[in-house]
């Protein structure tokens, strides 16, 4: 058991709604929206507004932070109705548990305490940590259960073509859950109530590829000071050392944490690509199907020749990549973010095919597009011939929006990921291509040699709601 703070205990109260001033609780009305859900672009220009995206992206976007402050009424009350303190205890009836969806955390003397408990977590043993011990409650993905936040992230994940998670961080007054570090990912942070005063320092690791806590000793003075207020937004790339307190004398913080572009680097994309490049190339270039030197793995076959030899496969390789003859394509990544990312906010509508049947002389188009991917990779069937390589249309309609970045997985997640969509042979792969850049067209315009196959893959799309008939 950690050891009690030394602090005076405050005396208890029945639940942790009660902490709140009367006047910051929002009724039972959801107060008018200032983000713009027309489609993907227009969430995230609202978002960042009145800084619009072009100036956004070329001059903060990996760069530097931003603290846009807002005096806004409405918007100060809409951030308050994503996510408060006095949600908790309804919450605590989900069968919450310690470690995966709540952390109970405080910083002190630069160490981070931790407070969890075990098991189940309890309304009435959260408020005590809160109040006696002045803990930070930290509420991973608060998405699968706050629909707002579902509609937010679904569509920012549109927008970045990656996984968007979210953190809640509560915090009382005079008091720090997490010491000095940095992230992986982009950070864009919303203030929900209260006040919260952020020290940023410049990176010991630009655009850092892993979660780190640093040392006062390492990370000097700080670069930026800011105090964040209800309605605010703060944005900072990863790698971008941080530290956030509540001030004395106030109410407590709470702060939404969007995250975005975990794993989402040029390296990430290499490691992604180059294995079917490298197999595609060798089974045409019989110069990587020769034998490296003798002895190499044990150590004695790296020299000069084998450098230059290496370098010039790759320098080789990199050419054809560079004229178009060799195909790159990605499906790890594709399928990881699929398999993984928010269903649409209006799944209940989608799991039935709507409209009718399409036919032959049908217009038809595709829905949906960012919520599907077409890889081309070796089909999954295991047989004694050399593997073939197949189309798969994978899609994110059926997801649980439960299991949202809670990293669920385990021995069933390939067989998962083809329930997720449909396989087709290589010849339909223009065909879908066809689909998914083209606004609309007839059925009969598909690049298939015969009517069959046009009705048969169209037919399939609809049967997975991913197609219909204008």
Request: hydrophobic residues 35%.
């Amino acid at each position: 058991m950690p050891k009690r703070s030394k602090e005076k205990p405050l005396k208890r109260r029945s639940s942790l709604e009660e902490l709140l001033p009367k006047q910051s609780r929002v009724e039972d009305g959801a107060p008018p929206s200032p983000l713009s859900f027309l489609s993907p672009s227009s969430l995230f220009e609202s978002l960042i507004q009145p800084m619009g995206p072009e100036q956004f992206f070329s001059e903060y976007w990996e760069k530097k932070p931003l603290h846009l402050q807002r005096s806004d009424p409405t918007t100060a009350s809409y951030y308050q109705s994503l996510f408060q303190l006095s949600d908790l205890q309804s919450l605590c009836s989900h069968d919450l548990e310690y470690y995966t969806d709540v952390n109970v955390v405080r910083c002190i003397n630069g160490k981070k305490k931790d407070l969890n408990k075990q098991g189940k977590v309890k309304s009435s043993v959260l408020n005590k940590s809160f109040t006696q011990n002045k803990a930070t409650i930290q509420f991973h993905q608060p998405q699968r259960f706050k629909d707002e936040l579902w509609k937010i992230q679904e569509k920012l994940e549109c927008f970045f073509g990656g996984l968007v998670g979210s953190n809640v961080y509560i915090t009382p007054q005079e008091s720090q859950g997490l010491p000095a570090h940095y992230d992986d990912v982009e950070v864009f942070i919303l203030q929900l109530e209260g006040q919260k005063n952020w020290l940023l320092y410049n990176p010991t690791v630009t655009l850092a590829a892993e979660y780190c806590v640093e040392s006062e000793e390492r990370i000097g003075s700080p670069s930026h000071e800011i105090t964040l207020k209800a309605g605010d937004l703060l944005y900072f790339p990863r790698g971008t050392i941080h530290q956030a307190s509540t001030p004395a004398g106030g109410q407590h913080s709470t702060h939404l944490t969007l995250s975005t572009y975990q794993r989402m680097s040029w390296g990430d994309l290499l490691l992604d690509v180059f294995p079917s490049v490298l197999s595609a190339r060798s089974k045409r270039e019989v110069s990587l199907r020769g034998g490296m030197p003798r002895r190499f793995l044990l150590g004695d076959g790296a020299g000069q020749d084998t450098s230059r030899q290496m370098a010039s496969l790759l320098r080789s390789l990199a050419e054809e990549i560079e004229t178009g003859k060799q195909e790159v394509r990605s499906t790890h990544m594709k399928r990881d973010f699929i398999t993984n990312r928010l269903p649409p906010h209006s799944q209940e509508d989608l799991l039935t095919p709507s409209g009718r049947i399409p036919a032959l002389g049908d217009t038809v188009c595709l829905m949906h597009k960012d919520h599907m991917v077409i890889t081309v990779e070796p089909s999954q069937e295991r047989t004694d011939e050399a593997s073939e390589m197949v189309v798969f249309v994978l899609h994110s309609l059926k997801n649980q929006r439960e299991n949202h970045m809670m990293g669920e997985s385990g021995d069933e997640e390939e067989e998962e990921d083809i329930s997720r969509g449909l396989q087709f042979p290589l010849s339909h792969l223009q065909a879908l291509l066809q689909l998914q850049k083209a606004e609309q067209l007839t059925v009969d315009q598909l690049q298939l040699p015969t009517e069959e196959e046009k009705c048969s893959l169209v037919l399939a799309l609809w049967s997975e709601s991913l197609l219909e008939v204008l």
